[in-house]
């Protein structure tokens, strides 16, 4: 019997890996569709992840309710709560940025719509720094005005941005990381989205 302990914990590590390496890699390959309604110039996230943020909040806000509730035990606590609740609310924040997150490129400048519904244009020449966060899967783009637009490396349309970039800014504005990153995703290897 003691020979098999570790057969039930390795199966259910290896079977999740399995399944978020499948689920990561839908993610990836969805972003390479562009939206038919919008084209190459939209840049607007793909409908996996309003899927995984649906998800997501109805997992963490379906445990938050029931270790409160009919599942409530010793080891429910506040802090096992808030954890639940804070996942709950990451993952509703997915589900904002799919119906309001919207970014049009041309070759003037940008279109930006950010999760909440603000909006904002400005044009490549306003552009004093782009940064490529591989942490928060994101590029910051800091403005001559001082404020930050961030694009999720899960929209679509990144190829396109990426060329624009490339093509309209100075490289003084592009550090070396996301230089090359650029230069990836223009050729359609986009950012990582896990790991």
């Not at 919008?38 to 309003?50: E, Q, V």
């Not at 938050?64 to 808030?82: A, D, E, F, H």
Request: hydrophobic share 45%; charged share 20%; aromatic share 10%.
């Amino acid at each position: 019997m003691m020979a098999h302990e570790w057969l039930t914990p390795t199966v259910r590590w290896a079977l999740w890996g399995v399944v978020m390496t499948a689920v990561m890699a839908w993610v990836g390959r969805s972003r390479l569709r562009p939206q038919p309604e919008t084209g190459a110039k939209t840049l607007a996230h793909p409908t996996s992840t309003l899927v995984l943020g649906l998800i997501g909040v109805v997992f963490f806000g379906g445990i938050t309710v029931i270790s409160n509730t009919i599942g409530k035990n010793r080891t429910t606590t506040i802090w096992t709560t808030l954890t639940f609740v804070v996942f709950a609310v990451a993952s509703s924040t997915m589900v904002l940025e799919y119906f309001f997150a919207r970014h049009r490129v041309s070759e003037l400048g940008m279109e930006h719509r950010g999760m909440f519904g603000r909006r904002r244009s400005f044009l490549w020449s306003d552009i004093e720094e782009v940064h490529y966060n591989s942490l928060m899967k994101w590029f910051a783009i800091r403005l001559r005005s001082g404020s930050t637009v961030r694009v999720s490396a899960m929209v679509t349309g990144l190829p396109e941005l990426a060329r624009l970039m490339l093509e309209h800014l100075p490289r003084r504005v592009i550090d070396d990381e996301t230089f090359e990153t650029l230069c990836e995703t223009e050729q359609g290897k986009l950012p990582e989205v896990w790991g």
